[in-house]
Structures are given as C-alpha cells and as structure tokens.
C-alpha cells in the first residue's frame, strides 16, 4: 500500500508488544508503530494524542480493559480500526469474527497476522465501519458464560403494578399490537402480563434453546409444551391447554 497509516498495540504483556511490533515492520514497512500501551488508560491517553489508524487491542488488560477501551472509542467521529489480540479460543470469538476487522489469538502466529495486515489494508480504503456498536455488544456476549447472556427475570406489567416474571414460569408470549402478552404459570394459577418491546428485542434476551418462535407472533417455552398435534392445516403445539399454531417454516424443526 502506498498511503501510509499508523497503529498503535496496547497488551500489557511487554514481550507481546515487542514480538508483534517486529513482526508488523516485516509484514507491513509502511505501517508506523506511533505507540506502546501496557494498559486501558495509557492506552486511551496516547490514542487521543497520536490518533492512529489501527489498533491492536488486547482484550485482558488491567486499568481499563480492552472491551472499555473500544466502548470509548466507539463514541468518536471517526472511530480507529480495531484488532482484538486475545488468549480466548476461536469458539469464544468466531461469533464477532465478521464483524470485528479482526482478532488475533495469542500467540500471534507470522502467517495469521498476514492475514490481517491484507484485511485492515482492505478496510483502510473503505468507509469507516457502522458495525462498530454492533461488534462490541456481539463481543460483550461472547465473553460472558452462557448461563449469565440470557434473562432469567423480565420487568412486566399488569394493570399499574410492574412484575418481576421468571423467565422459566412462561408458558407462552404472545404479540399484539405495540405491545407482547406473557403468559405466565403462577403458582399452577395462570396469569397475564404486558410487556412493552418487540418480539425481536425479546428473544436477544431469552435462551434460543429453551424458548422457540413458532409463529409470526408467538413464541413457546419449550419446557411448557405438552404435546405438538397435527391438524387439517399443519401444526399446533399444545401448551397449558391452549393451541398455538407452528409456521410451516418451524414445522420442519419439530419433525426433526
């Protein structure tokens, strides 16, 4: 490339910084290395006084750590590119691998940075990435245990009182116009509660193994179907008594 740019590598393993460092002045001449941080606040400090292009963000980091770094930065008009170095395996960060410009796992292998020198190169000569927050929020996700992604209580309403639901007493949720009906087993007695956001921003929230959209505007909790039944037109699943019809498209799931 023959536009120059500069990067700058924040790991507050000093061995790391300098390995990378020698290994990027082969791969990429062209790159300046404008600065060395050893952690999250030395690294925001230096990031506001040399602006650069790139950076090589490590993830474990004490003082601020890397995830924090890149929320800050997220905020700027013209946010630098980011490349996660971290020690997690390719399960924990496949998930954002599209959406990140990159990630390296430690230790940084000469091939796999080359990798990542062509695709920053690729990226410098696009427009800034709009997937920014959505990177991090992927991110974030990532990095928690599973057990801690998904709610295991929801904030509803009946009437003027706000609920505390557990997630697992659900039987069905149910949408209507702006708003979602849960329906809920209450101590063995059923109950109704509104919840004010979409379907979509629900499920983000709820476990995909335990709770299935089975219908444009329905969604069951697994756990509480006693029985799915075919009908003159396809399927139903029977929950707590009530019929709620399968979409043609997840009716293939559940013959499966």
């Avoid at 690294?43 to 003082?63: G, H, K, T, V, W």
Wanted: net charge negative; proline share 5%.
């Amino acid at each position: 490339m023959a536009s120059h740019h500069s990067a700058m590598i924040a790991d507050d393993e000093p061995v790391l910084r300098f390995h990378l460092k020698q290994m990027l002045a082969e791969l990429w001449p062209a790159l300046t290395i404008s600065a060395m941080a050893e952690n999250g606040e030395q690294a925001l400090a230096q990031i506001s006084e040399c602006q650069p292009d790139i950076i090589f963000l490590d993830i474990r980091m004490p003082c601020s750590d890397g995830l924090t770094v890149a929320k800050h930065l997220s905020q700027a008009a013209t946010p630098p590119l980011i490349v996660f170095v971290t020690a997690y395996d390719e399960y924990a960060v496949n998930a954002f691998e599209n959406n990140a410009v990159d990630y390296l796992l430690k230790p940084v292998s000469e091939e796999r940075l080359a990798h990542c020198c062509q695709r920053l190169q690729q990226r410098l000569t696009k427009p800034a990435n709009s997937d920014y927050q959505q990177l991090l929020q992927q991110l974030t996700a990532q990095l928690l245990p599973p057990s801690q992604k998904y709610s295991k209580w929801l904030k509803a309403s009946k009437g003027e009182d706000i609920h505390l639901v557990a997630t697992e007493h659900i039987l069905y949720i149910r949408a209507e116009d702006k708003y979602l009906t849960l329906v809920v087993n209450d101590g063995g007695k059923e109950q109704s509660y509104l919840l004010r956001q979409s379907l979509r921003q629900l499920l983000e929230q709820l476990d995909p193994e335990q709770f299935w959209q089975i219908h444009r505007a329905v969604i069951v909790n697994l756990a509480q179907v006693s029985k799915i039944r075919r009908t003159l037109t396809g399927m139903e699943a029977i929950v707590a008594g009530h019929a709620l019809p399968i979409s043609r498209m997840m009716q293939a799931k559940f013959k499966g």
